[in-house]
């Protein structure tokens, strides 16, 4: 089973970027789809984006819609999540995640977290105002 490790949290001021990636162990026999997911303190784990194993599709959360993007480098192993315009409410702990397979197959919603089996151990992404 591949393992996940993220990387690129940190501190910043409303209205600034950050980067996060996250290093994939191997090149997986399987096909999954990645995501991003994150929790806040005292609030359940949400899904933010999801892109398909060959990084073709994607989708995401309303609310980071047009200011995240999800991406894929099969060559590198690594899915990236870029987060812009951030907010004091995207304070949170990100995780990166895989399912099995394509994730419009996914029942209970695409970015529901019953579907990743997966799961890295988390960055911490702080969002000052």
């Known amino acids: 089973q591949v393992q996940l490790v993220e990387s690129g949290g940190g501190s910043v001021q409303t209205g600034g970027s950050l980067r996060l990636s996250c290093a994939v162990s191997e090149y997986p026999d399987t096909l999954y789809s990645w995501a991003w997911f994150r929790q806040a303190p005292g609030k359940e784990r949400e899904g933010v984006a999801v892109?398909?194993?060959?990084?073709?599709?994607?989708y995401y959360a309303d609310s980071v819609e047009g200011r995240f993007t999800i991406s894929l480098d099969n060559a590198k192993n690594t899915v990236s999540l870029q987060l812009g315009s951030l907010k004091p409410e995207d304070t949170a702990v990100y995780y990166c995640?895989?399912?099995?397979?394509?994730?419009?197959?996914?029942?209970?919603?695409?970015?529901?977290?019953?579907?990743?089996?997966?799961w890295g151990q988390g960055t911490q992404v702080t969002v000052s105002s």
């Open positions: 892109v398909s194993p060959f990084g073709d599709t994607t």
């Open positions: 995640a895989a399912g099995l397979g394509h994730f419009r197959t996914y029942g209970g919603g695409f970015l529901a977290a019953s579907n990743y089996n997966v």
